[in-house]
């Protein structure tokens, strides 16, 4: 009974999010993307199970779950990063401003929607190369240096690093080639940005730092973050998604989620029952 | 434990440790052996007459081997152009497109080819550019010696392709770059210094390669134009010069051997600089 009862409730909030009418969001919430009836798996093995939720427009979107729920793969899913494997298969829809992902040209889709991993991953260049390396192989033709000073002010790095832009990137702390890999995903100006636990491998100060950058940068892009870090999604998202072996177990608006849960899986989970 | 059986292990400890001293001296030994050696017979027979002049007529003393230096450039640089660009986009090739049985298969077949006798190598060449055209030319060495360049950078330019971090290709990837674009923009200058380091040791091996070149560039006691003479080479000028029974032309084989041996240490220390140089990928 419980059971059929769940993922129906999932497709309420989904709906609630949606449509204009929505109760917990006033007006009219315009989605970036909406993702419907997703099945995922790599292999024999399923790792999404029927996801249905929507990013909304120059917001933040959370996805926390513990390890091995499938909140990475779905990250993955929407810059359709996961190709590089080859056994990967997808089912469903999803839709970037009401255009099939599926359908475009991956590598221009991969420019609307930019990614920041898990490990800061600057190029071995220089940290102008590495800003202006997405403007160059799309054949940018205006000026570098302005796209460049501009992408390191957005993530907040410029004051640090305008003296010497043609040192190696690797001279920076990694706080710093985190935000220098922002910069450099919003060098091509992104609709959408995905950011796979980008704090993982920093400390706190760093972590505050691009914790505060994400909320500036809603003005900016649209963004989607996966964290295992609850605290942070709190503090960052505007919504949040809990995920659990595949499924979306509830999303909702994130003050709702972590004040008062649907779910009581949500629920154990928030308060650290497990994960 | 009584305290016999204690000196014992001490001594057999220390005993494995002088002898493994010992052989790191000898390897280190050998090639000083080989410099002094080469050094005191070859040393009186460098001067500048010898990298400008041509080999003097028998029973002459002096000359040089002018001849034999540019000679083994030419071939060298030849069988860069023909070995290398093969070695290194089928190395490309192996380490990004192809799938595992193929690229098991050319990874073998590269590795036998690495062990191919070199003499071997030279009568293929031999029947392959010297029979057809009725010459022995630079080309044909330079066939000979490139073959052997292509397994040696095929594979290392692979390994070394490999070796760059999976992060940094999704870096690339999630910006929009398409999979080639990926591969000349990120991955190759990331391994860019370990290929090359790769390339010139290649050449630096075939540099003092003799065999095949006895019946492909064969020799010549003048100054070769072109490529499709009989070209002088230093290894096979020592060769000549080492078998002769004349006193002055073993001293000049030695002279030959020990500019030889300077290419190729030139050859080492600029790969090294090389591979010290520029921005590193650290290594996760």
Redesign the interface.
Known sequence: MQASAKPEFSVNIVTNLTTPASRETSAALPMRMTISKLNFSYGPKQILFDINMGIADKKVTALIGPSGCGKSTLLRTLNRMYETVSTSRLEGEILLDGQDILAQDVTALRRRVGMVFQRPNPFPKSIFDNVAYGPRINGYKGSLADTVEKSLRHAALWDEVKDHLHKSAYELSGGQQQRLCIARALAVEPEVLLMDEPCSALDPISTAKIEELMVELKNLTTIAIVTHNMQQAARVSDFTAFLLTGQIIEFSPTPHLFTTPSDPRTEAYITGRFG | MSNGRLRWRKFVSNFMLAMTGVCAFVSVLVLFFILGYLLFNGGTSINWDFFTKLPKPVGEAGGGMANAIVGSGKILLLASLMGVPIGFLGGIYLAEFSGKGMASVVRYAADLLNGVPSIVIGIFAYSLVVLPFKHFSALAGAFALGMMMIPITLRSTEEFLKSV?R????????????KW?TIV??IV??AYRGIMTAILLALARVAGETAPLLFTAFGNRFESHGWSQPTATLPVMIYTYAVSPYDDWHRQAWAAGLVLLGLVLIINILARTILSRG????R?
């Open positions: 971090p992060m940094l290709r999704e870096a690339a990837m999630a910006l929009g770059a398409s674009k923009t990120v200058p990331a921005i590193a990928v650290p996760s």
